[in-house]
């Protein structure tokens, strides 16, 4: 499949690569001469020089048969003429667009079929609130990836030293009870699938399959001692700290929004109900000691500044607050924030990497971690009568070591699996595995594993 | 730094691959009844366990493993390995006994040089005859580029195997993905040697020969398996049909390929194509006015081996149908003068390229320009498109290489006694990948009269000019091997 990107940027170079190692056809286009070079040298994408609203330069990269265009420069007006010029060269080509205004998004007529015709469009600072969010429900997660439209989810949990799962055999943590499946473990930033009688480790990174409503049970196996959710501390009014703010304004938390600028915070405080909004610097640490920051459960770092964002996280954590998510934006930080010390990160681009990925995947292929992600899949396929998985309790199933099932999804049922489960026909599955042994997945199936 | 258990391992895949190959000529021996049979399966049974060996001991972490500096180590390691495979179907035989000059025929073939130190080339065996075209025709696409055709898991690694082996100071990337690139190139050079072939048989040529013919055309390579080169056969017909190929390999393959997908006015559109194919025009113009009367009285005939000469050298082939050594000095001049232009960037042909002598003379004329207008703010365009200023400085720094290794190699050949046109007409067909030069080199003569130190300079020569120079260079500063 044929994939036209605009824009060579960190998004733009993430979703390449990523679609690159999957054996699609990738074509990218930029205007600055150093990003093509440095694709040329790291990637096997055909890198093209030039300006992404040229409809030659579009002509020329084959957009008249490319199947999507991603728009993924830094310039919503970029994108969005480059989406409207690809439409117009190929009237049948899926198009993403990463958009940041707010009021563009707003404007449904102007993205629609009409006008532009956009398929999906990106919003990086919506996606990083649905992440934020998400994260708050689940404290203790590093990470929280939807699937199936949030049915399942796929959650990181990190193993401390004081776990008592530290030693325990894997099964040990879904005995008992269905509805959780370890399905992936990073260890020493190595993916791992787990087998059920390896031992778990402290600081393997947990990913947990379920369903929403064992959540609760989830939670309250790896953190006992967590509480209900109760004070939270938002820095930086930004458009991601506005948005996160209204989205709490009319929850039972107490929410409290800390910004520089006086003349955003009077706009805030006119705007919300319940949140506290203070005008003040977030890496002032008298500040944060008068509100209370001791008491927080949470400290949100989002400002513009990623530098500042993971000081005043640390900061505020060593002054009290129990859990830090910081927003930062190179995605080549992401690997370092997590080792000083910083519970979760949140970071608009590998949001939109995500976002745009999984609009290009449907759901079909997500990734496991997008950290060490080129080791790991996580795949979907239909169970087919031929293939030995079907009418045989899981237990006696031969899965390729490196291989598991992590979710059968049967009509609008989703089932947690354990050895007694069989597998219908025309069950879907979601299976993780390690690139490695994809091949023997695929003979298991009785089916060529469908990428996209 | 660079990976050894990388180099080691792909360069293992690389003997298999060529001793696998070698079954063809095996089979052609047992057809013939040629008696070298044995030689070629002993060859192919070396080659194959020896690549295994390699293929073990070496082993790929990642496919990002292979960067810049292993690409670059494995192809000029794996051309200089691959000498040696393709040697011992000649040393085994017995067709060839001595190691130098088994080393400097297999050479000259993977370079496409089509120097030969054979003398009589119609009694070497069928199958080696075979033999000698195959690896020009692996040599002219690239052995490397075809590894990377068929080898699905290089990735980027592929890129920069292919950066280090194609001819061409821009990198045209067809297709997205780098294999399917080489692929695409692959089948082209393919397509087109079948059609020689086919249109070869159809004017009467034995089919063993077409075949060794076109696989000797396409990589521009020139070795025929005739003592007397094309001219054996004296047949306007399969000079017209070499001619055309001839120039066919000359130009980019990026086009041919443009052109099979349907851009019919890419030929003219290019303008690097424009100006190869105006130059080989002037050429064939000034060569055959000149022989005209002095060495033939018709003129059809002087057009038709003006066309030839002019072709074969330009492009670097070698084959050839009169001995242009007795011409007069202007047609002399200008054949070894066209040696060095050489044929497109991106073809399977060898000198300096046409689009860099374009850029040179370019980039010249704005220096001029610029006494003229100090202030002036220029840009060298190509075909509408400004070049990079590191394109070009790595074009003047390649010239400059190029010169400075064909004067220390003319040096040394005159230093073992040939005399003056022998020694700059050898170093140049063999730094170009032509073949035949002038006097003891001539094209009716071979290079078995060459002193053995002066093959294996004429050897470095073909393996650099082959290279483009860099990626051989590069490999004997000390900072490339330094962590």
Redesign the interface.
Same mark, same amino acid.
């Given at each position: 499949m044929k994939i036209t990107i605009v824009g060579a940027g960190d998004v733009g170079f993430h979703i390449a690569k990523r679609l690159s190692d999957e054996n699609q056809d990738v074509v990218v286009i930029d205007k600055d001469p150093a990003k093509i070079a440095q694709i040329n040298e790291n990637l096997d994408v055909q890198a093209l020089l030039g300006s992404g609203t040229s409809p030659e330069m579009l002509k020329n990269s084959g957009v008249n048969n490319a199947r999507i265009l991603i728009a993924a420069t830094d310039s919503d007006e970029v994108n969005l003429i480059a989406c409207m010029i690809a439409r117009n060269l190929n009237p049948v080509i899926v198009k993403i667009a990463r958009l940041r205004n707010q009021e563009y998004l707003r404007e449904e007529k102007l993205l629609g079929k009409e006008m532009l015709g956009l398929d999906q469009v990106i919003n990086p600072e919506s996606a990083m609130v649905e992440t934020i969010l998400n994260l708050m429900n689940f404290p203790g997660a590093s990470e929280v990836i939807d699937f199936e439209g949030g049915r399942v989810k796929l959650i990181g949990v990190p193993i401390r030293k004081d776990s008592r799962f530290v030693g325990q055999q894997f099964r040990s943590i879904s005995k008992g009870e269905g509805g959780l499946l370890v399905g992936a473990i990073i260890r020493r930033n190595q993916v791992l699938i787990p087998h059920g009688k390896d031992h778990i480790k402290t600081d393997d990174l947990l990913y947990v399959v379920t369903t929403p409503d064992q959540l609760g049970s989830l939670f309250r196996k790896f953190y006992a001692q967590d509480r209900e959710l109760k004070r939270v501390c938002i820095v930086g009014a930004g458009a991601t700290g506005a948005s996160l703010a209204a989205a709490m304004d009319n929850s039972k938390v107490n929410v409290k929004i800390i910004d520089r600028d006086s003349a955003i915070c009077t706009t805030l405080a006119e705007n919300l109900e319940r949140v506290t909004v203070i005008n003040g610097d977030g890496t002032d640490g008298e500040l944060l000691r008068e509100e209370n920051i001791s008491e927080a459960d949470f400290i949100i770092a989002v400002t513009g500044d990623e530098e500042s964002n993971v000081l005043m996280s640390l900061l505020a954590k060593t002054l009290g607050a129990k859990r830090a998510i910081t927003r930062i934006n190179k995605l080549s930080y992401l690997p370092l924030v997590s080792a000083i010390g910083i519970d979760s990160v949140v970071s608009g681009r590998l949001s939109a990497v995500r976002a745009i990925l999984q609009y290009i995947r449907r759901g079909k292929v997500l990734s496991v971690a997008p950290l060490e992600g080129k080791h790991a899949q996580v795949i979907e396929a239909e169970a087919l009568r031929t293939s030995d998985i079907v009418n045989t309790p899981l237990s006696q199933v031969k899965f390729p070591r490196g291989a598991i099932l992590g979710a059968i999804i049967r009509q609008d049922n989703i089932i947690i699996p354990t050895g007694d489960s069989v597998v219908q026909e025309k069950d879907r599955l979601i299976v993780f595995a390690l690139d490695k042994v994809i091949a023997s997945l695929e003979k298991l199936l009785t089916v060529k594993l469908e990428y996209i | 730094m660079i990976h050894p258990e990388t180099v080691i391992r792909f360069t293992g895949i690389l003997i298999f691959f060529l001793g696998f190959s070698m079954g063809a000529p095996a089979l052609v021996s047992i057809a013939y009844r040629d008696g070298t049979t044995l030689a070629l399966l002993y060859s192919m049974s070396i080659s194959m366990g020896a690549g295994l060996l390699f293929f073990r001991l070496g082993k790929i972490k990642d496919e990002?493993a292979i960067n810049?500096r292993d690409g670059v180590a494995i192809v000029t390691i794996g051309w200089v390995i691959a000498g040696l495979v393709g040697a011992l179907p000649f040393l085994l035989s017995g067709s060839i006994p001595d190691f130098t000059d088994a080393y400097f025929e297999s050479v000259s073939g993977f370079t496409t040089t089509g120097a030969s130190i054979l003398t009589d080339i119609e009694g070497v065996p069928k199958g080696i005859l075979l033999w000698r075209s195959l690896i020009q025709w692996f040599g002219g696409m690239g052995i490397i580029v075809f590894s990377i055709a068929i080898l699905p898991f290089l990735?980027?690694g592929?890129?920069q195997l292919y950066k280090a082996e194609i001819p061409s100071p821009v *990198?045209d990337?067809l297709?997205?993905? *780098?294999?399917?690139t080489a692929k695409a190139l692959w089948k082209v050079y393919l397509l087109l040697t079948v059609l020689q072939i086919l249109l070869l048989v159809m004017g009467g040529m034995a089919v063993f020969d077409a075949a060794c013919h076109a696989f000797c055309t396409m990589p521009t390579g020139g070795f025929s398996p005739k003592n007397t080169s094309i001219a054996y056969y004296d047949n306007a017909y399969f000079e017209g049909v070499i001619i055309i190929f001839m120039l066919l390999a000359g130009i980019n393959f990026s086009l041919h390929y443009r052109l099979i997908k349907g851009d019919y006015h890419v030929f003219h559109r290019d303008p690097e194509s424009r100006v190869f194919l105006g130059i080989v025009a002037v050429l064939v113009l000034l060569v055959a006015m000149n022989i005209h009367g002095s060495v033939y009285d018709s003129l059809t005939r002087a057009f038709r081996y003006a066309a030839f000469q002019v072709s074969s050298i330009i492009t670097t082939t070698g084959f050839a149908t009169a001995d242009f050594d007795t011409w007069p000095s202007l047609a002399k001049t200008i054949l070894i003068l066209s040696m060095f232009l050489g044929a497109m960037a991106g073809s399977t042909g060898g000198g300096l390229k046409t689009m860099r002598i374009i850029l040179l003379a370019k980039h010249s004329y704005k220096e001029v320009f610029h006494i003229i207008h100090p202030h002036a703010v220029t840009a060298v365009k190509l075909g509408g498109k400004v070049v990079?200023q590191e394109i070009l400085s790595s074009i003047w720094g390649f010239f400059v290489l190029y010169l400075g290794i064909y004067v220390a190699s003319v040096l040394v050949m005159a230093s073992l006694g040939l005399d003056m046109i022998s020694a700059i007409s050898s170093v140049a067909a063999c730094i170009f990948n032509i073949g035949p030069g002038l006097g003891v080199v001539g094209p009716v003569q071979n290079y078995s009269s060459i002193p053995l130190p002066g093959k294996w300079v004429l050897t470095f020569c073909m393996l650099v000019g082959r290279l483009e120079i860099y990626t051989v260079i590069v490999l004997l500063l000390p900072e490339f091997w330094r962590k």
């Open positions: - | 990002t810049h990735g980027v592929g890129m *990198i990337k297709k997205p993905r *780098i294999s399917d990079p």
